[in-house]
């Protein structure tokens, strides 16, 4: 797109904005996207003090085409509250969790757009993320308002992640298995409706495919010492480490996966990631609100509670054209509302409109 430059703010998570920078090359062309301090500097001094909070949970990027500056917040946050100041900040609020129940007494929703999830990715190589890093500490004066272990952490964070075409395509052709094989890992949260929902129906889920004569199992939970209530999942336990690349592999060869909302009902990183990867899905009820409602037999299997889980499972494992059916409905879903170019024009192609934007992502440069 010629005559437009889109200012990405210096200050913030890299592991959590790479997938929206992602959208801005692919919609931009990557030579007209740049990382700058001077046009966030209203939004910085706007901040709370003290508070760390906001360079954790939001992006800021202006578009600037034509003597017009559009500006825009990305809320990846877990938790449906909105961050005020940068809401008077910018022009279009665009949040992962939008809650319309916990919005209902808000009398301003004009800008706030529902773009669903994305999740965490590598961009770039070793010694780029490196060069990135350096220079966007440079645009903040070497003031990042946090600790520069913890920013430069986000950068190698970053690189401990796969690329978008990894999680879009199969790294290898997908090994035959004499029955349906069924892969899953997970983390215990001690938020309290995670102890309560979350880390309950991934156990239950783990153990019906754990004794299932229907499939073989690998998987389990990684946690903490200090988590409370450790010995109930015990009999879960990971001992091995799993490196990304080998989840992603493994998730690819699972003929099935299971969703449910995480820390404060959010939608997860697990949820963008199955859609992308075009997995049959089984869900317990999705509690925040997406772009386009997911469709019951569709692009996913809904269970009420944990009452139908073994019911869905069994019924997955043992209708392969059903779990077709999914897979291709789960990836037209993320191609169509989901994949970083999507989101993108989905937030801005009203203001800064393009006849023919890229196509969806099916390689990422090294």
């Given at each position: 797109m010629k005559n437009v430059n889109v200012f990405v703010d210096p200050a913030t998570r890299i592991n959590y904005t790479a997938y929206y920078l992602v959208g801005l090359y692919d919609y931009?062309?990557?030579?007209?996207?740049?990382?700058?301090?001077?046009?966030?500097?209203?939004?910085?001094?706007?901040?709370?003090?003290?508070?760390?909070g906001e360079y954790f949970n939001y992006t800021a990027f202006v578009v600037e085409s034509a003597g017009k500056s559009t500006k825009y917040i990305i809320d990846f946050r877990d938790s449906p509250e909105v961050y005020e100041h940068a809401y008077r900040w910018c022009d279009t609020y665009a949040k992962i969790n939008v809650n319309l129940d916990y919005l209902s007494g808000r009398k301003d929703i004009s800008k706030l757009l529902s773009i669903g999830p994305g999740f965490s990715i590598?961009?770039?190589?070793?010694?780029?993320?490196?060069?990135?890093?350096?220079?966007?500490?440079?645009?903040?004066?070497?003031?990042?308002?946090?600790?520069?272990?913890?920013?430069?952490?986000?950068?190698?964070?970053?690189?401990?992640?796969?690329?978008?075409?990894?999680?879009?395509?199969?790294?290898?052709?997908?090994?035959?298995?004499?029955?349906?094989?069924?892969?899953?890992?997970?983390?215990?949260?001690?938020?309290?409706?995670?102890?309560?929902?979350?880390n309950h129906l991934r156990k239950q889920f783990?153990?019906?495919?754990?004794?299932?004569?229907?499939?073989?199992?690998?998987?389990?939970?990684?946690?903490?010492?200090?988590?409370?209530?450790?010995?109930?999942?015990?009999?879960?336990?990971?001992?091995?480490?799993?490196?990304?690349?080998?989840?992603?592999?493994?998730?690819?060869?699972?003929?099935?996966?299971?969703?449910?909302?995480?820390?404060?009902?959010?939608?997860?990183?697990?949820?963008?990631?199955?859609?992308?990867?075009?997995?049959?899905m089984i869900s317990s009820p999705i509690i925040n609100e997406l772009p386009e409602p997911l469709q019951h037999g569709e692009n996913i299997h809904l269970i009420e509670d944990e009452s139908e889980m073994e019911d869905a499972v069994n019924y997955l494992l043992t209708n392969e054209a059903y779990r077709k059916k999914l897979e291709k409905g789960a990836k037209k879903y993320y191609n169509d509302h989901l994949a970083p170019i999507r989101v993108i024009s989905n937030i801005i192609g009203k203001a800064h409109p393009i006849k023919d934007p890229a196509p969806v992502r099916k390689t990422v440069t090294k």
């Open positions: 931009f062309g990557r030579k007209n996207v740049s990382f700058k301090r001077s046009p966030f500097s209203q939004l910085f001094q706007n901040r709370e003090k003290n508070d760390n590598r961009i770039w190589g070793k010694w780029k993320t490196y060069w990135h890093c350096l220079q966007n500490l440079r645009r903040l004066n070497f003031q990042p308002g946090i600790y520069w272990k913890t920013f430069v952490r986000t950068y190698e964070n970053q690189m401990e992640k796969s690329y978008l075409n990894q999680f879009v395509n199969p790294p290898r052709p997908v090994s035959p298995k004499r029955k349906p094989y069924i892969f899953t890992i997970a983390t215990l949260w001690e938020h309290a409706n995670c102890q309560l929902g979350t783990m153990t019906i495919c754990k004794n299932s004569p229907l499939c073989s199992f690998e998987g389990g939970f990684f946690f903490y010492k200090k988590f409370k209530g450790v010995k109930d999942f015990k009999e879960l336990k990971i001992k091995k480490f799993v490196s990304h690349p080998e989840f992603l592999q493994k998730t690819h060869e699972s003929a099935l996966v299971f969703n449910t909302p995480s820390v404060f009902n959010c939608h997860g990183w697990k949820l963008g990631e199955f859609l992308a990867m075009g997995k049959a």
